[in-house]
């Protein structure tokens, strides 16, 4: 089992950056990816970003040049660094980490998620 707390969302105008972090515990070192999910407002929940235990990322569209997906091995915390941040961005945002064999960490079918972290960008 993996535990997924995030923290670090809050209320930030447009143009502004928020850094999220998810702190995992539990039987991380079987996890062959984390990453970061969102779901505003009468949407579908959709893929941020992703990065997998060969250090590799993968980023939305909407992401790629202002999100940045990191991850400290040694806290076993998973960061996303907004930056330039959009109204549009406003979501829960969600950690998700999947194990070898499960789903992929950008496109769904994860093993874990966190409880999620609110963003809100004003204009």
């Known amino acids: 089992q993996v535990r997924l707390v995030e923290s670090g969302g809050g209320s930030v105008q447009a143009g502004g950056s928020l850094r999220l972090s998810c702190a995992a515990s539990?039987?991380?070192?079987?996890?062959?990816?984390m990453g970061w999910f969102r779901q505003a407002p009468g949407k579908e929940r959709e893929g941020v970003a992703a990065?997998?235990?060969?250090?590799?990322?993968k980023y939305a569209d909407f992401a790629k040049g202002r999100f940045t997906i990191s991850k400290d091995n040694v806290k076993s915390t998973l960061y996303l660094q907004m930056n330039s941040l959009k109204p549009e961005d406003t979501a829960m945002y969600y950690c998700?980490?999947?194990?070898?064999?499960?789903?992929?960490?950008?496109?769904?079918?994860?093993?874990?998620w966190g409880q999620g972290t609110q963003v809100t960008v004003s204009s």
């Open positions: 998700v980490a999947s194990k070898y064999g499960g789903g992929d960490c950008h496109t769904g079918g994860v093993n874990y």
């Open positions: 539990g039987s991380t070192y079987s996890n062959s990816c």
């Open positions: 990065i997998y235990s060969d250090g590799s990322t």
